[in-house]
């Protein structure tokens, strides 16, 4: 399966995984010149901004590594337009998570792994 398609999968499971976990969600793959937010999701005031990885078997680093500090900054802008064009949720406490698809050998199989790491990163106000 080409990279993207199985890129696109990965969001739409994670879409399911959140919504299991009682999250409705606004938006996916939001999009502006700052950059792309793959998945924007409420639950209370909680306002979850989700990156969504897809680790391959032979990933030398996890999916919370990959997001490094320009990915990151990349999200908060995106994140500040989303939020000027909804004021609605200026006031929902922002979460940045990353939730991860990954494969992993447990002879004589490959399982595959889900993680959700909320509060994957905070953003500098300053540095945006």
């Not at 999701?41 to 306002?47: C, H, K, P, S």
Request: glycine letters at 6%; a positive charge.
């Amino acid at each position: 399966m080409h990279r993207h398609l199985k890129g696109r999968a990965a969001e739409v499971c994670a879409a399911v995984v959140v919504a299991l976990h009682g999250y409705r969600l606004l938006k996916r793959n939001y999009a502006c010149a700052a950059g792309e937010i793959d998945l924007i999701a409420q639950r209370r005031d909680v306002l979850a901004i989700i990156e969504v990885r897809l680790r391959g078997r032979g990933a030398r680093v996890t999916g919370l590594e990959s997001v490094d500090a320009t990915k990151q900054q990349r999200i908060a802008r995106t994140t500040t337009h989303f939020i000027k064009r909804h004021p609605s949720y200026t006031f929902h406490q922002i979460r940045f998570d990353v939730l991860s698809f990954g494969l992993r050998d447990y002879a004589p199989h490959l399982v595959p792994t889900i993680r959700w790491i909320r509060n994957a990163f905070t953003i500098d106000p300053s540095a945006s």
